[in-house]
Structure formats: structure tokens, C-alpha cells
């Protein structure tokens, strides 16, 4: 069954280009290397903060690649724009 990581965080306006395409450059090492990334979605919500949303084929596939997170430089890079992060992972009950 797919899973889910989601973060919820603030990225300053000005840093938001910067930060789309550092955040682009981070999902596609993290393909190159564990291609069990099905689709990462980023929502702008009303309060301004954003929900950024990966899903995953299976927990196995995310565990092994947030283990080798160290290893891609572009996460500390990315994750430097954000403030205010918090992150949940979930199980894909119902899927429509």
C-alpha cells in the first residue's frame, strides 16, 4: 500500500523561485536513486504556508530513501528557504 510524507512549512516570497527550483533538483536525485517516489505535490494553502506532499509506491521504498537523505546535498539547501517545518508520514486508506 503507498504512503505518504507530508511537510508543512513557510517559505519567504522573495526565496520562493529559489526554492521551487532547489525543491526540483531535490526530487529528481532523489528518482534518480529511489525511483519508488510515485508524485510530489506542493499546495499553496490560504494562510500562506505550504503542504508539500510526497507519496511513495510503499513504506519500505521511503524509509530507504530518508535514511540516504544525508547523502543528496540538495535537501539542506532546499530545506534552508523553509521555516516553520513540520512533517507527518501517512497510509493511503482510500485512493479515488
Not at 25 to 41: C, D, K, N, V, Y
Not at 67 to 88: G, K, N
Request: aromatic residues 8%.
Amino acid at each position: 500500500m503507498s504512503v505518504v510524507r507530508t511537510h508543512t512549512y513557510s517559505v519567504d516570497a522573495a526565496d520562493l523561485q529559489e526554492f521551487l527550483a532547489r525543491r526540483a533538483s531535490l526530487i529528481g536525485t532523489i528518482r534518480e536513486t529511489h525511483p519508488g517516489l510515485a508524485f510530489a505535490q506542493l499546495i499553496k494553502l490560504d494562510d500562506g504556508t505550504y503542504r508539500d506532499t510526497w507519496h511513495w509506491e510503499d513504506g519500505a521504498q521511503m524509509g530507504a530513501a530518508f535514511a540516504d537523505l544525508p547523502s543528496f546535498a540538495e535537501a539542506p539547501l532546499t530545506m534552508a528557504l523553509t521555516r516553520s517545518a513540520t512533517a507527518q508520514n501517512g497510509q493511503v486508506v482510500d485512493e479515488r
